[in-house]
């Protein structure tokens, strides 16, 4: 287990990535956020928190692949 893990919840993510907390909600949450890599119900509860460290990895490595277009020769050119 990773010793340097913030947990946070949903409105503290929502100011970190400036969406509204009901938009993580209601379309983030089980659709780009999954639950045991981006957030965890501690205990089995119903409370839900989220793993920053991971959330901010994939933000960044998903934003960096979108602006990638594939080349011929195999490389890619960051558009």
């Known amino acids: ?3 340097n893990i913030t947990y946070i919840t949903t409105g503290e993510l ?3 990535i400036k969406y509204d907390a009901r938009t993580i909600r209601e379309q983030l949450k089980d ?3 999954l639950e045991g ?3 965890i119900r501690p ?3 119903r409370k839900i928190l989220y793993l920053w460290e991971a959330i901010e990895r994939d933000m960044i ?3 960096s ?3 990638m277009v594939p080349m011929a020769n195999g ?3 960051h558009g």
């Open 1 to 3: 287990m990773q010793a």
């Open 14 to 16: 929502a100011k970190r």
């Open 31 to 33: 659709a780009v956020l």
């Open 37 to 39: 890599t981006h957030y």
């Open 43 to 45: 205990f089995g509860g």
């Open 61 to 63: 490595r998903h934003s």
């Open 65 to 67: 692949e979108e602006s």
């Open 75 to 77: 490389g890619v050119c």
